[in-house]
């Protein structure tokens, strides 16, 4: 089992930054695709990026090119997500997620294991 855990999440002004953490346990978060996702309410969750094995990003460039970046602090078993020149349509619960197998994927159902999602607010 591994456990995620988000934090960082709240209310920031377009144009401000956040960094999301997420927080793994149980499991060496290396070994394992660790991806960002977002669900805004009475939408679909998107594929936000993700890091591989590697320590590589894959990004959603269509609606977060440029402004999103995602790390991983080995040491600590964590991932973050910092967020940039934030705009309204960022408004979201984010979620983080792992996966074992070894290339990134965009669907959300391949994604093993998930944290409860942290609540990101932009206001215009």
């Known amino acids: 089992q591994m456990q995620l855990v988000e934090s960082g999440g709240g209310l920031v002004q377009a144009g401000g930054s956040l960094r999301l953490s997420c927080a793994a346990s149980?499991?060496?978060?290396?070994?394992?695709?660790t991806a960002w996702f977002r669900q805004a309410p009475g939408k679909a969750r998107e594929f936000v990026g993700a890091?591989?094995?590697?320590?590589?990003?894959?990004m959603n460039t269509d609606s977060v090119k440029g402004r999103f970046t995602i790390s991983r602090d080995n040491a600590k078993n964590t991932m973050y997500l910092q967020m940039n020149d934030l705009k309204p349509e960022d408004t979201a619960v984010y979620y983080c997620?792992?996966?074992?197998?070894?290339?990134?994927?965009?669907?959300?159902?391949?994604?093993?294991?998930w944290g409860q999602g942290t609540h990101v607010t932009v206001s215009s």
């Open positions: 149980g499991r060496t978060i290396t070994n394992w695709i």
């Open positions: 890091i591989n094995r590697s320590g590589e990003n894959e």
């Open positions: 997620a792992a996966r074992y197998m070894p290339y990134v994927s965009r669907n959300s159902m391949e994604y093993e294991f």
